[in-house]
C-alpha cells in the first residue's frame, strides 16, 4: 500500500519528479542568506535570529532560492520539507524544488509537513545514523497524492483557518506555562537566598553519564516515563532499572537549565547533566532551580551549558538540617500546584499538537472531505507557520 492510503477516486497521483522541477541556479552572490528552518521555513539569517555558520566566501557557489520554492535540508526527514518565504541564496548540498502548474505551493506545504508525508522521507535516506539524510534521487520517484486544483484551494483555505486557531490556542497556554514556571522561580528564590553562607556547587555535587536520555520516543510508549523540568519535556526514560536518586539538568536547547528529580543511575551528558550528591536531595534540586542554570549557556548556535559551568557556580546555602528541611517542606506544598496546574497545561498542548497534526494527515490525504466547508475570511489569517515540527 502507498504512503498515503486509500484516495478520493477524484484525486489523481503524480510521480514527485513530474511534479516539481529542480532548481540549481547559482550565481548571485548579492542575494540573502538563507536559513531552511523546520519551525519558520525558508527565510533570512536575521529573521531566523540563532546563531548559524555563515558562508562568508565563494557566495557565487551557493543555490538561488525563490519564493514559493520548497528546500530539503539536510535533516528534513525529521521535520519535512521547507517553504521558501523570500528570495536568497542557500547552501548547494540542499536540493531546490520548484512546484509545476499541477500543485499549489500551500497544498504541497502542509502534505510535506504531514505525518505519513515524513514517514515517507524516512523510507528516503541516505548515510548512516546521525549522517542521515533525504536522498532526492530516491524521493522523486515516489507518487504524491494530487486533488483537483480548485480542491487544493479549498485545503489550503480550510488548514488556514483550522491550523492558525489551534496554533493560537498552543501559543496561549505555552505563555501560561511560561508564567507559571516564572512563578515557580520567584517562589524559590525568595525561600533560598537568605541563607547563612555562599558555597560553590562543586562541592555539593558531582557530574555523571551513561545512557542517554532520550526525546525521540512516542509518548503513547508504554515502557517509558516522560521528564519533566521547568515546565517542559525534557525527554523520557525506561521505568525498568530505576535506583539511586539523581538530578537532571536539561544541557542542550530549548531545555538548557531545566531541573527535575529523577529515580535513575545513569544518563548522557550528550543532551543532560546528570547530578549525583550525598547532600539533601530535594533542597538541592530547589538550590539548582533557583540559579537560573540557562544564563550559563555557551555562546553556540544553540543554548548549551558544561558541567563546570555548573560546578562553579556559587549558591546560597545552609549547613542547618533543619532549616533545609522547612525550605523543603514549604516549597514542596507550594509548587505542587504550580507543578499540576503546568503539567495539566502540558497535556493540553501535547493533545492540541496530536489533534493538529491527525486533521492535516487526513485532509491532504483526502479522509477529510473540505470542498464546500465555509471558511471564515476573517479567521484565515494564514499565520500557520510557527510551531511546525511534527508532535513526538
Known amino acids: 500500500m502507498e504512503w498515503y492510503g486509500t484516495l478520493p477516486e477524484r484525486w489523481e497521483t503524480r510521480k514527485i519528479k513530474y511534479t516539481f522541477s529542480e532548481r540549481v541556479e547559482k550565481g548571485f552572490p548579492d542575494e540573502p542568506l538563507l536559513v531552511a528552518s523546520q519551525n519558520m521555513g525558508v527565510v533570512p539569517k536575521l529573521v531566523y535570529g540563532s546563531r548559524t555558520v555563515e558562508a562568508m566566501k565563494d557566495l557565487h557557489n551557493l543555490k ?70 533525504v536522498d532526492y534521487s530516491k524521493l522523486k520517484n515516489h507518487q504524491i497524492p494530487l486533488p483537483p486544483r480548485s480542491e487544493q484551494d479549498a485545503i489550503v483555505r480550510y488548514l488556514d483557518w483550522k491550523v492558525s486557531g489551534v496554533n493560537r490556542l498552543i501559543a496561549a497556554k505555552r505563555r501560561q506555562v511560561e508564567m507559571l514556571t516564572e512563578m515557580k522561580r520567584a517562589v524559590v528564590n525568595e525561600a533560598v537566598k537568605n541563607q547563612a553562607g555562599i558555597i560553590k556547587f562543586k562541592y555539593l555535587l558531582r557530574v555523571k553519564s551513561g545512557d542517554a536520555l532520550t526525546n525521540d520516543i512516542l509518548s503513547t510508549d508504554e515502557t517509558l516515563n516522560p521528564v519533566y523540568g521547568g515546565g517542559k519535556l525534557i525527554g523520557y526514560y525506561p521505568k525498568t532499572n530505576a535506583s539511586a536518586d539523581n538530578i537532571i539538568i536539561g544541557r542542550v536547547g530549548a531545555n538548557c537549565g531545566c531541573v527535575t528529580k529523577l529515580n535513575k543511575d545513569s544518563w548522557a551528558t550528550d543532551n543532560a547533566l546528570i547530578v549525583q550528591t550525598e547532600e539533601n536531595v530535594a533542597y538541592l534540586v530547589y538550590l539548582l532551580m533557583s540559579a537560573e542554570l540557562n544564563k550559563l549557556n555557551e555562546a553556540n548556535a544553540q543554548p548549551l551549558i558544561t558541567g563546570s559551568k555548573v560546578l562553579n557556580y556559587e549558591t546560597p546555602y545552609t549547613l542547618d538540617i533543619i532549616k533545609q528541611q522547612k525550605i523543603v517542606a514549604h516549597l514542596d506544598k507550594v509548587c505542587y500546584n504550580i507543578d499540576s496546574a503546568t503539567d495539566k497545561l502540558n497535556v493540553e498542548v501535547a493533545l492540541l499538537g496530536e489533534y493538529r497534526t491527525r486533521l492535516i494527515a487526513d485532509v491532504v490525504t483526502g479522509k477529510i472531505d473540505v470542498r464546500g466547508v465555509d471558511v471564515p475570511v476573517a479567521d484565515c489569517t494564514g499565520e500557520v507557520e510557527e510551531d511546525w515540527v511534527v508532535e513526538e
Open 64 to 133: 538561488l532560492v525563490c519564493v514559493g520554492d520548497f528546500v530539503i535540508s539536510l535533516r528534513s526527514f525529521q521535520g519535512g520539507l521547507e517553504y521558501a518565504y523570500y528570495k536568497g541564496i542557500i547552501s548547494p548540498a540542499y536540493t531546490v524544488m520548484i512546484p509545476n502548474k499541477h500543485i499549489a505551493s500551500g497544498y504541497f506545504r502542509y502534505l510535506a509537513k504531514s505525518s505519513p508525508f515524513i514517514e515517507l522521507l524516512k523510507m528516503c535516506v541516505t548515510g548512516i545514523r546521525e549522517g542521515q539524510n
